[in-house]
């Protein structure tokens, strides 16, 4: 089965942080989400991967070709974004010759076992597609999923009053009926063609698609600073519990505390620190006696001594002067840049 990531997103509201690169190379516990995404597909024993590119498409290319391995990767430019329903038009070359695919958004965590997941049920029920609903505690951001007795009736874009708190995670499996679909769907009210007015004209004609329901501790939509900074505590905080990940060539000074962190190539932690759910990416430096506590420090940035940091992203290449104390939330990030 082949399948199709979107990547061609600008990430407005990731800005600063996606001024210089792709939001779907923004890291996670030190992996590129997009890097999730594929290894995911890899495990389940995907080799055929179409990409939709659009921002920054060599970025994107250059990072895929490192860590793609075992994976025939087909680059599919998008041109003018016009919607996630117009990236499935863009790619129906790559896809035609599939009875079915799998569909991923690029900006998404993913875990292999809930793809496993959605293909055995969308084949259990000899159904015509099927996608992941997760549960969240306020659905009123997102695509809210509509199903009857495990089964797509439509969907409600970040309604008022919430009929249900199941909202789409936007990994599907989609029958090559949806390519021509997409043919045929027109603009939605914010101008663009929309992926899931393909999806739900499906479900009107009568084709099976089913909803997969799955708990949200694996998922993350990666629109907002306050989405990849909770995906990366959370992750760090899941996979490593208490332990730490060392990449090459980082240095640690004297006394270093390290909890659930993730080191960087080439990053360096001074004397008398103390390191809490946090990702330190490559060459990023860490000046002694610092505090840093759930937080993400990007490529090349420098935190000055004796600084307190909890809850704050730190852009690439950024100064945090000495002493620097700052706290955000886990739903509004400090962000220095």
Known sequence: MKALIL????????????????????????EPVIKIVLDS?????????GIVVGYKPDLLISAVRDFARGIRVTYIDQGRPLGTGHALRVAMDFLRDSEKFIMIYGDV???????????????RRSADGGLVAVEVSDPRSYGVVIERDGYLEGFIEKPIDPPSNLINAGVYVLPRESLLISDEVGLSPRGEYEL??????????????????????????????????AANVSRLRRELRDGIKLSPLVSLGNSVTLTSTYLGEGSSVGDLSLIRSSSIMSRALIGPRSRIENCLILEGSRVGGGSAL???????GARVPEGTSLTGSPYDPAILS
């Open 41 to 49: 597909l890899r495990q389940i024993g995907v080799v055929e991967v």
């Open 310 to 316: 909890n809850y704050c992203i730190v852009a690439q």
């Open 7 to 30: 990547a061609a997103g600008i990430g407005k509201r990731l800005r600063p942080l996606s001024e210089n690169v792709p939001k779907h190379l923004l890291p996670i516990a030190g």
């Open 196 to 229: 899931t007015d393909v999806i739900t004209e499906l479900a009107r004609r009568g084709r099976k698609i089913v909803v997969l329901k799955s708990e949200r501790d694996w998922w993350f939509d990666i629109g907002k600073p306050s989405d990849l900074l």
């Open 109 to 123: 965590t993913m875990e292999p076992s809930v793809l496993e997941a959605l293909i055995e049920e969308v084949h």
